[in-house]
């Protein structure tokens, strides 16, 4: 099992969550797709053990939408992730440590919100 292969779980787990924008890849990854390497989980770091292959710790760097409960977020990242990469890989997840890398005002959801017009 690679480490991009935990990495797009973690991934597609985090994007699930209400209040994630994006996932922002790291320095490395940014560096590593303008070389030309194609990166699977953008946005997710995955480390595993020294000693055993079947333990993981993984870090998300998501953008949060303005308005959302930053600290709320990043607890369900670390839940989701956690239970998703154990229960498809059959890794044990040690950590999963969420860096928020910043927040982005909700494009749609605004221009719908406000929506007592129909009168």
């Not at 990854?29 to 480390?47: I, S, T």
């Not at 977020?73 to 498809?88: G, L, M, S, Y």
């Amino acid at each position: 099992m690679t480490q991009g292969f935990v990495a797009q779980y973690a991934a597609e787990a985090a994007m699930q969550i209400d209040g994630v924008a994006e996932l922002v890849p790291s320095f490395a990854v940014a560096l590593k797709e303008k070389a030309g390497v194609v990166h699977e989980g953008k946005g997710v770091r995955v480390v595993f053990g020294q000693t055993r292959n079947d333990i993981a710790s993984i870090t998300v760097y998501p953008v949060v939408f303005f308005g959302k409960i930053i600290p709320e977020v990043a607890w369900n990242i670390q839940e989701r992730v956690k239970e998703d990469v154990e229960t498809f890989t059959g890794l044990n997840v040690e950590s999963v440590d969420v860096y928020v890398c910043g927040v982005k005002e909700p494009e749609e959801e605004e221009e719908t919100d406000g929506g007592e017009e129909d009168e």
